[in-house]
Each structure stands twice: as C-alpha cells, then as structure tokens.
Nanobody, 114 residues
C-alpha cells in the first residue's frame, strides 16, 4: 500500500524559508516521477514542482528561483526547499507519486504571515 506523509510546514514571516519533506512508502521513488502541489484557500489544487528519475526538475512560474525540489533515493523521500516566501504561498502542500496519481497524503500547512 502506497503512503505519502508530508511534514515541515509551519508559520513563517514573509521572506522566510521552510523545507518540506515527503516520505513515500510502498513505491520506489527512483523508478518514477514525484511532484509537489498546493491548495490555496478558495482555489483548486495546483502544480508547484516536479522531479524525474534522473533529477530533472520543473517548476510553476510563480515559484521559479524561489523553490527547489530534490530527492533522497536512499530515504525514499522528496523535499521542497522554499525561500523568499510570500503571503500568497500560504496553503496546504501535498506531494504526489506519479506512479500512483490517485493517492494523496494529508498535506502540510504552510502559513506565511507577519
């Protein structure tokens, strides 16, 4: 059974940083793509970033040059380093294992506020 467990969210002031983690069990991340999504209040869930098996990355325009997605195959975990956070980055962040696209974790809340 595939499980996704996100962590690392919290409350930070504008301009601050957070590092999110997503531990994936039941699937070998080195064999597939993974991504990060977020759901901002009042909006649908949206794509943030993705990473391929060879480490290539892709980002939504609104996070380019601020966020970095990475992976640790040994830990079967992906990360999202978020810098220069803005109030509009507030939301619940989810990871996704594209080999099992219908499965979502519980998400982790990120609140950017002074």
């Amino acid at each position: 059974q595939v499980q996704l467990v996100e962590s690392g969210g919290g409350l930070v002031p504008p301009g601050g940083s957070l590092r999110l983690s997503c531990a994936i069990s039941g699937s070998i991340i080195a064999d597939s793509y993974q991504g990060w999504y977020r759901q901002v209040p009042g909006n649908q869930r949206e794509f943030v970033a993705s990473i391929t098996p060879d480490g290539s990355t892709n980002y939504a325009d609104f996070v380019k040059d601020r966020f970095t997605v990475s992976r640790d195959n040994a830990k079967n975990t992906i990360y999202l380093q978020m810098n220069s956070l803005k109030s509009e980055d507030t939301g619940v962040y989810y990871c996704r294992e594209y080999a099992f696209p219908h499965i979502w974790g519980q998400g982790t809340q990120v609140t950017v506020s002074s």
